[in-house]
């Protein structure tokens, strides 16, 4: 259900700027075309790009704005300068006045949540937003979060993570209920840091509409043992990397590998047709698009660095979260988290019995 | 310079017991002739496995005993049952008592940690102990630490560990001045948590024996962009698994893509040289080893599921690091820090000036 979908466009966000955008905009209106668009950006840069691309023309809206904010401004920078004026705010504030149902920018990732914090603030509930997106895995994919947008969180900021996380998994994949997995150093209850054992252990006392399997360690990303892992955005945004460099790297010995025989090479020949299924699974354009939870409105961060195919892959989210109108399915379920105890494990224990609060029998 | 050199070993630890041990020496005798082993564990189970290996009981002493620290104790379980007595206990104490130069043990590694630190002690200038690897990189190896013995660090842990690290890199790769980089999530000074931002002000502000090359991200680690990696333990044991995992699926996506056609899997026989390069390049156990660094007293942790291989590539860096008289280079290293102050942006920060630190002119 497509239908009705308006997504709104930063033209000025991310490395490559407009023709990212317009190019991915085009990739999108074959994928999508009900989708309608709200481009905001530079209109002279625009036009050129609009001649060549009449399809995207067709379906979109140029707001015309020549404020940007830098991919280097800090945040405070760019909500100073760039405050109603720059493409990013206004593509922010299109979702906010509903004009569009999901905002999508390849701008800066600090600028970008900073902006769509004030403009949409936080769902009831929700302490700090988190970047959400979909990690490839061995089964398929797992919903990941967060990935950069909130540093130490504490442990009832975890639990909303979860519950953030599991409403985008059940949206996306179907499953009635998703198996959510704490990121951790260890199986056992005694490792990790304060914040992950009582999270744990809070996960563990409430009840839920998803299945808490505990702690998950590095490997279980790759694995996919769980269809949500949950942790703060430093360890999150460190193990993504680490991942998409681990994939660089292992690819690269596989060229070297390659190179070092020619019948290697005439191996490598008669394979490629693998060789080329095996980068497009890998390929991190077709993962492009982590999604901000925790928000009244819903914002896809795109790579700065991603081009059109990339982009693309960041509208496809926005649709895909717009139609399945996460928003409410999130605020739905963290509404189960009302009157929840924040300090299980603290002075007030004895009272800890809320609504929704259920200690299991087994 | 191996004379001399003598390695206790626990046999008792490990998901696979004396087998992994002993053929783990078995294969050390050829690397490393001159190195002499005590193992500490059930002679009962020992003598068979000397009968079939006589070149481990050539250069090996066996010390008896059968208490054993199992691999799910918790750390206060193993000091209680096992203090003394157990084979993981008499290890670390033939390093305490002068008898070994290093102990390798493929034991649990919280008992082991807790074990090491009761028998050995922290050095001076040292809050916590850290575990450091070697990461295989795209440039050749990295030393990561810590890897999982420190949750929570401070930032003057943080630099501390930053000084052992180094000494580590210098020891093994030769270079007169590591680069030492500390992981976060960019580059930016604005970004991270407080104490990865103070452990960076504190590192720029000493004088120190490397080139602190600033903050790295979870690419870098594969990329290999400094000489040494510096983390907490929480996020750098995730980083690893991280890594791990995703080698391990890359590997299977490979795997599959070659079987899906007749045609690749020709390609796969031509090029069976390069991909079993690659597998080598990529086989953990050629990486195992983890060093316990700010002991008074050298501790080489073995992956608890490894095999022979792999246990003697622990031995290996047992050797390296003992043959070096790594101990010393760390505590030479560490007196750089005595009277640092260590909390330059604090409310004492005026009188932040003392023998070894030193503001940057630039």
Known sequence: MTRGITIALDGMGGDHGLETVIGGVEIATVRHPDVR?????????????????????????????????????????????????????????????????????AGNTGALMAMATVILKTMPNVGRPAIAALWPTMR????????????????????????????????LFGTPRPTVGLLNIGEEEIKGTEQVKDAAQMLRSIKLP??????????????????????????????????EGTVRQVLDYLRNAIKSSIMAQIGYFL???????????????????????????????????????GFASAIDVAVDVASADLLHKISDDLSLLNGFDKNPSGASASDATVSNAEVPTS
Request: net charge negative; hydrophobic share 45%; no cysteine.
């Open 37 to 105: 668009f709200l481009i905001y950006g530079d209109e002279a840069l625009m036009a050129p790009l609009l001649v060549k691309h009449p399809r995207v023309g067709a379906v979109s809206t140029i707001i015309h704005t020549d404020v940007a904010v830098a991919m280097d401004d800090k945040p405070s920078q760019a909500l100073r300068k760039g405050r109603r004026t720059s493409s990013m705010w206004m593509t922010i504030d299109a979702v906010k006045e509903g004009q569009a149902q999901a905002a999508v920018s």
């Open 140 to 171: 398929g994919e797992s919903v990941v979060l967060d990935l950069g947008a909130t540093i130490g969180p504490d442990a009832f900021q975890l639990v909303q993570f979860a519950v953030m996380g599991q409403a985008y998994a059940r949206v």
């Open 210 to 243: 998803f299945e808490f399997h505990g702690f998950v360690e590095g490997d279980d990303l790759g694995k996919g043992t769980v269809d949500v892992v949950v942790t703060d955005g430093y360890t999150g945004n460190i193990a993504l990397k680490t991942a």
């Open 271 to 309: 394979a490629q047709g693998a060789f080329r299924a095996l980068a497009t699974k890998l390929d991190p354009r077709s993962s492009n698009g982590g999604v901000f939870l925790g928000l009244n409105g819903l914002v896809i961060k795109s790579h700065g660095g991603t081009d059109a195919i």
